[in-house]
């Protein structure tokens, strides 16, 4: 199979939840890998972070940078997280998509210039695109951010899932569903749906037992690390202190 297939198939296995760690750097995605995870996916935050911008604010260029020295450094499949396309054609984003060597990809239906919801039949469009132009390289993961936008209706998720699943979305990602609803929006949409691990939410297992099939978890992985190197320099800075104060 290829790597693209490989991902895809693990939607579907025994194993599942399907859990990807979500690497910044190549360092960390090398981590996740020896740990022995099958695949990773991106977080465009927490690469945002590792970077020195903010969430939203990462050049394109940038970004794939960043997706292309993590699936450099892994041979396992990696999916990266391209927020909202950052508005290229959809040939041109599956050619990045590719040249970064991702064969899968996070697309979200939120409007990054107004900061509220896409219509759903365009977002369906810009997925129907992106799939015509990928054929099966790709994995895509179709994000719905109504909950997000607080739509907190689950009709609202199912009606946009309904419509990527049909303009050939291999999963949904209902980004900050209530952990209830992850079964009723699986049985009605008709795709694996993704859940993001949130720190004071259900745990990945949990999450699977809820009906989500591919677990993620955002920027949280990166924020977990960096609480830790703080903690290391705050140590250190300690250390430091206690030395100069016995001269």
Request: hydrophobic share 45%.
């Amino acid at each position: 199979m290829t790597t693209a297939a490989a991902l895809r198939a693990l939607h579907h296995g025994p194993d599942l939840p399907l859990v990807l760690p979500g690497p910044w750097d190549a360092a960390s995605a090398r981590v996740f890998a020896d740990a022995g995870f099958s695949a990773l996916a991106t977080p465009s935050a927490g690469i945002a972070a590792s970077l020195g911008y903010e969430d939203g604010a990462t050049p394109a260029d940038e970004m794939f940078a960043a997706v292309t020295r993590i699936v450099r450094a892994v041979d396992i499949p990696v999916s990266a997280d391209v927020e909202a396309g950052y508005g290229l054609s959809a040939e041109e984003l599956v050619a990045r998509l590719l040249d970064a060597g991702a064969v899968g990809c996070n697309l979200e239906d939120t409007d990054h210039t107004t900061g509220t919801l896409r219509d759903a039949h365009q977002q369906a469009d810009r997925l129907a695109a992106v799939r015509a132009e990928a054929g099966d390289a790709l994995v895509i993961n179709a994000r719905i951010d109504s909950y997000l936008r607080g739509v907190r209706d689950q009709e609202e998720a199912i009606r946009r899932g309904r419509l990527y699943a049909a303009a050939g979305a291999d999963c949904v990602y209902p980004i900050l569903a209530p952990p209830p609803h992850l079964a009723g929006l699986a049985a009605a949409i008709g795709l694996p749906v993704n859940a993001v691990v949130t720190p004071d939410g259900p745990s990945p297992r949990a999450l699977g037992a809820l009906g989500a099939s591919r677990i993620t978890f955002g920027p949280g992985l990166q924020q977990r690390a960096m609480a830790a190197v703080t903690g290391i320099a705050e140590r250190l800075r300690e250390e430091l202190a206690g030395e100069s104060g016995g001269e």
